[in-house]
């Protein structure tokens, strides 16, 4: 963003994000890389295996900046995009869910459409959520694991 | 174990495990509940979604008060025994992997039979071993957001 503080500001807002999917049920990783390389903001996994992709954007120039964010839709079974309350959200399209959020939580404004995802790639993005958490956690607890 | 050091001893050995399971380029999670009520002391997730488990025997004792073991057999496609090097390996059963450790690392010493989960099984361990890593990552991460 223009005043150079988009990074903290989109930090703020995922957390928020990933708070309240948790209480949702939903175990969430963030900045998880995808097959075909892009990068989803958070990922959130429910209970019985639904997975959702939350776009967080700190700000319209952000937003304007992607634009091939319908890619996600091969990845989840919902898409949301995540913006802060004075966001100018009706540029965003309604078939997206939008989300609410400051750094203390988030709230649903709108479901998105839901697109379920095949068994195949259910399978594949599961896997790749599952190996980035652990890999990430083992780090976590013991920083001299190896690469 | 009579010493009263068990606990220490199979942390010890859970971690070389764990930093070998990763150099061989599976993610790990430690203490994982499957379905059924037991605890796995380690799982691990390959890159292309096979199973191990790997149960520390900090000692004899240990080991002997372990009579359903077979058990593990349902959610995995491997099961190995880790055990110290002073271990009288000799007790544990030919088609049970074998794996020495120390702290600092492990070797497998002899491979498991491997018996193929079936898919909706490992659909389900997946799953399990996902939420644990991403829901303890969180917490790790963000020590305030919540249950």
């Known amino acids: ?20 999917l948790r209480a949702y049920g939903h175990s969430v990783v963030t900045e998880l ?4 390389g892009r990068r989803a903001d958070v990922v959130g996994l429910s209970p019985s ?13 952000d937003y304007q900046a992607d634009g091939k964010w319908e890619e996600y839709h091969d990845h989840c079974d919902r898409l949301y995009f995540a913006v802060a309350p004075d966001f100018p959200h009706e540029i965003i399209p309604d078939h997206a869910g939008l989300i609410l959020a400051d750094r203390f939580g988030a709230e649903i404004m709108r479901e998105p459409g839901e697109i379920r995802l095949t068994a195949s790639r259910r399978k594949a993005m599961t ?21």
Do not use: H, M, N, Y
């Not at 963003?1 to 988009?6: A, I, L, S, T, V």
């Not at 890389?33 to 075909?36: I, R």
């Not at 959520?129 to 690469?147: H, K, S, T, V």
């Open 1 to 20: 963003c223009p005043d150079g503080r988009q990074s903290p500001a989109a930090a703020a807002l995922q957390r928020g994000v990933c708070r309240t």
């Open 33 to 36: 890389t995808l097959s075909g």
């Open 49 to 61: 295996g639904d997975i959702w992709i939350v776009e967080i954007k700190s700000c319209l120039a």
């Open 127 to 147: 896997l790749c959520f599952a190996r980035a958490a652990a890999l990430r956690l083992q780090r976590a607890i013991d920083p001299f694991c190896g690469e």
